[in-house]
């Protein structure tokens, strides 16, 4: 079973259109994220949420939008993509920070591979 | 801000032999958790292995060890005998107790020659 799953796993767009990630987990954690990595291959935290509420939010253009349904959910939403929106976007879970000491590994998705045309 | 340094990019090593990867980080707190994980080509990031910093005994998984030098704030993966499959990117990776951010290095690309 996937513990952490995202869809799609490719998005090729162009452009100024407006475009959706779903991520889910299955483990059971009250904790999810979403990371960007960009084309150097570094990773950077955008948002988190625990139990449906933000947490975290870095400096990211309010065109994300996170979106979370239920605490097995975190979807990203982006708006107007630009061309340097291009990048892998990963969803990650873990148990809130704190919760259960040695229980808080964040675990992540395959990633999405976004490319703006 | 907490901040990881991976200061080799690529690193190559004979298949069987041993390999280390090397991970420093700054930090003013005592407690937090150190990762390491890996990026195949597949992109999924794996968790390869874990420590506490509280403990001072290194975590080990099977090939993956660490040596955990909380003083000069060095956290390094030893990979014994090295096999195809531990060809990837590898992330070195902090995060302070009580603390939902991750903060991850900018990696390291493993070759593993045959």
């Known amino acids: 079973d996937t513990a952490v799953s995202q869809t799609p796993k490719y998005l090729v767009t162009q452009m100024g259109n407006d475009k959706s990630i779903k991520c889910e987990q299955n483990?059971?954690?009250?904790?999810m994220y979403w990371y960007k990595q960009d084309s150097k291959k570094f990773l950077k935290i955008m948002f988190s949420?625990?139990?449906?509420?933000?947490?975290i939010n870095e400096t990211v253009p309010n065109r994300f939008s996170p979106k979370s349904p239920d605490k097995a959910h975190l979807n990203l939403h982006i708006n107007s993509l630009e061309l340097g929106d291009s990048a892998v976007y990963f969803c990650?879970?873990?148990?809130?920070?704190?919760?259960?000491?040695?229980?808080?590994?964040?675990?992540f998705g395959p990633g999405t591979r976004l490319l703006v045309l | 801000a907490q901040t990881v340094t991976q200061s080799q990019p690529e690193m190559s090593v004979q298949e069987a032999e041993t390999v280390t990867l090397s991970c420093t980080y700054d930090?003013?707190?005592?407690?937090?958790?150190l990762f390491w994980y890996k990026q195949p080509p597949s992109r999924q990031m794996i968790l390869v292995i874990r420590?506490?910093?509280?403990?001072?005994q290194n975590a080990t998984e099977n090939r993956f060890s660490v040596n955990f030098q909380k003083a000069a704030k060095s956290f390094s993966l030893k990979i014994s005998d090295s096999q195809l499959g531990d060809a990837a990117m590898y992330f070195c990776?902090?995060?302070?107790?009580?603390?939902?951010?991750?903060?991850f290095g900018t990696g390291t690309r493993l070759t593993v020659i045959p």
């Open positions: 420590q506490e910093a509280y403990k001072q």
């Open positions: 990650a879970s873990s148990l809130l920070a704190g919760a259960a000491r040695g229980q808080e590994t964040q675990y």
């Open positions: 949420y625990n139990n449906k509420e933000l947490i």
């Open positions: 990776a902090y995060r302070e107790t009580g603390a939902n951010n991750l903060f």
């Open positions: 483990l059971g954690h009250d904790t």
């Open positions: 930090t003013s707190e005592s407690d937090y958790y």
